[in-house]
């Protein structure tokens, strides 16, 4: 896997997007980074409004 930074505000097409899901999606667990912090999390819709306060 490449070593790349991906920046907020970073416009990137659909098509690396797809290249970085199958890249991060091929690796035996993809949902932890190499420290043990979570790359993805589990959120309602509940717990999105509430860290935005709408609810």
């Known amino acids: 896997m490449e070593k790349i930074?991906?920046?907020s505000n970073l416009a990137i097409s659909?098509?690396?997007?797809?290249?970085?899901?199958?890249?991060l999606l091929s690796l035996p667990?993809?949902?932890i980074y190499n420290f043990e912090k979570p790359i993805a999390?589990?959120?309602t819709k509940y717990d999105i409004?509430?860290?935005?306060?709408?609810k």
């Not at 659909?14 to 890249?23: A, C, K, P, V, Y």
């Open 29 to 31: 667990n993809p949902f």
């Open 49 to 54: 409004e509430k860290k935005f306060s709408r």
């Open 14 to 23: 659909i098509q690396e997007i797809n290249n970085l899901m199958d890249e």
């Open 41 to 43: 999390i589990k959120m």
């Open 5 to 7: 930074a991906q920046t």
